[in-house]
């Protein structure tokens, strides 16, 4: 059982860079593929970036709409993982969620075994 923990979200301007962090508070993600999803008031939970673990290459993968803005990276030494997010728009505003997978290898849908509880970014305008 992986228990993941966000942080670092807050409210920043249009153009504001933002980095969200992923610690487990139990267990260890190091075997897993970490991803991050977000889910925007009356919308549906969307996939937002992922990093599959390094010996199994460590693809990553990003949504088109943050792809050039947004890099997702892993610290297998501090079992952390990082949303950088640069140039932040009014559209990234939303709760971001930490997940990891098993079976997540670079291709396909990133499905999540476990799921954080959530971080609010709000960009103002």
């Known amino acids: 059982q992986v228990q993941l923990v966000e942080s670092g979200g807050r409210l920043v301007q249009a153009g504001d860079s933002l980095r969200l962090s992923c610690a487990p508070s139990?267990?260890?993600?190091?075997?897993?593929?970490m991803g991050w999803f977000r889910q925007a008031p009356g919308k549906e939970r969307e996939f937002v970036a992922a990093a599959a673990i390094p010996w199994r290459g460590g693809f990553t993968s990003y949504a088109d709409s943050v792809k050039g803005r947004f890099t997702i990276s892993r610290d297998n030494a501090k079992n952390t993982v990082y949303l950088q997010m640069n140039s932040l728009k009014a559209e990234d505003t939303a709760v971001y969620y930490c997940?990891?997978?098993?079976?997540?290898?670079?291709?396909?849908?990133?499905?999540?075994?476990?799921w954080g509880q959530g971080t609010q970014v709000t960009v103002s305008s």
């Open positions: 139990g267990g260890n993600t190091r075997m897993y593929a």
């Open positions: 997940a990891a997978d098993l079976n997540w290898a670079g291709r396909g849908p990133f499905k999540g075994d476990y």
